[in-house]
């Protein structure tokens, strides 16, 4: 619910696929961020091309309030990256309740041929495909650092995950003391719409 929401896309070749499965790199949920940034190192040494897109909050607002669903920003976050880095065979982790229709959304938007690429849109493959998970470690890396970035700014807000008490806290906190919500604040997410709501319901009873 806070920063930007971070979609990353790595190209490999066979011989660098096989080093990254021998290194060790699995699903970015099941390492520490200290493990991330060191995979995310060697990932970068070795893939042929890296391609990350960075959605800001403000972006992510403005185009739910022009009715873009949040499954379609991703969309066309994952088909700009399908684009650029133009695989062979293209692994992807479903941001679809329906994989297969997430897929044909993909190779529809980037003008993928099914001659020129395999797509293979799984729900879980960041834990079921070695260069998945490849791009999720890189993906969590740069959210994190931007989420450190704002920490200087802003104090240690958590993780901005509607799921971190700390974030939560922060958010509340900042309604309770009537304060404008910083610009990296999800405002059309579900929890800080309802925070709010929460909020203003409160501060009304106090004023009757």
């Known amino acids: 619910m806070f920063g930007p929401m971070v979609v990353c896309g790595v ?19 099941a390492l ?17 091309k890296i391609a990350i897109e960075k959605i800001s909050a403000l972006q992510i607002d403005t185009s739910r ?11 066309n976050a994952f088909a700009t990256i399908a684009k650029k880095l133009a695989p062979t065979e293209l692994y992807m982790d479903a941001a679809d309740v329906n994989s297969k229709r997430f897929g044909n959304k993909i190779r529809k ?32 890396t740069e959210r994190d650092t931007a989420i450190k970035e704002l920490h200087g700014k802003y104090g240690d807000f958590g993780s901005g995950y509607p799921s971190d008490p700390k974030s ?9 003391n009537d304060e404008e919500l910083p610009y990296f604040v999800r405002r059309t997410w579900e929890s800080v719409s309802r925070a709010v709501q929460k909020g203003k319901s409160v501060q009304s009873t106090l004023d009757f």
């Open 109 to 140: 938007k980037s003008g993928l041929s099914s001659k020129e690429c395999k797509i293979v849109s799984e729900h879980k493959a960041d834990s079921k495909y070695v260069i998945v998970s490849a791009a999720s470690i890189v993906a969590k």
């Open 168 to 176: 939560i806290a922060f958010l509340e906190n900042l309604i309770r």
């Open 11 to 29: 190209l490999v070749d066979l011989d660098s696929l096989e080093f990254l499965k021998k290194a060790g790199v699995k699903d970015s949920k």
């Open 32 to 48: 520490s961020a200290k493990r991330r940034e060191t995979y995310t190192k060697t990932i970068r040494e070795v893939a042929s």
């Open 65 to 75: 309030r022009k009715g873009t669903n949040l499954n379609e920003i991703e969309v």
